[in-house]
């Protein structure tokens, strides 16, 4: 009898761990979504959604080997989604005042090992975001 109530409590406890876990975790997501980061790392990408729906959002670039690399490493990632059902995206790269036209293109294979070695998080990072599935796309000046 004794052994069930320190069960019991013992997962009561490690379930009001795992909700202040998430509960941090939508806080941090959330913050990020009303305070996106500005720098000279940060560019503003437009996606369309299948309305053709204009939407923007704040990413970090990274420049590897002469090309443009974004990816999504947060749980939030419409904007990713978008880009995949439609690559054709514009950016406004860090330093300028206006839109350019890029293709997106997911990545895979050799080049996806290579940028997910370089474009890496430590641990503490990938804790308060949840542990999130990282995609990477290159982005292709167009025209």
Do not use: C
Not at 52 to 75: F, M
Not at 117 to 143: A, N, Q
């Amino acid at each position: 009898m004794k052994n069930n109530k320190i069960v019991k409590w013992s997962l009561a406890g490690l379930g009001v761990l795992f909700l202040a876990y998430v509960g941090s975790i939508v806080w941090f997501e959330a913050q990020l979504g009303m305070n996106q980061p500005q720098g000279s790392t940060s560019i503003v990408i437009a996606t369309f959604n299948d309305d053709n729906e204009r939407h923007e959002r704040v990413v970090r670039l990274e420049r590897i080997d002469g090309q443009n690399y974004i990816a999504a490493n947060h749980w939030p990632r419409a904007w990713y989604k978008q880009a995949l059902g439609n690559p054709n995206v514009e950016v406004k790269m860090p330093g300028n005042d206006s839109f350019a036209s890029y293709l997106a293109v997911p990545l895979e294979g050799a080049e996806e090992e290579h940028i997910r070695e370089i474009y890496s998080f430590g641990f503490e990072f990938r804790f308060r975001t949840g542990f999130p599935p990282r995609y990477f796309l290159r982005l292709d000046p167009r025209g």
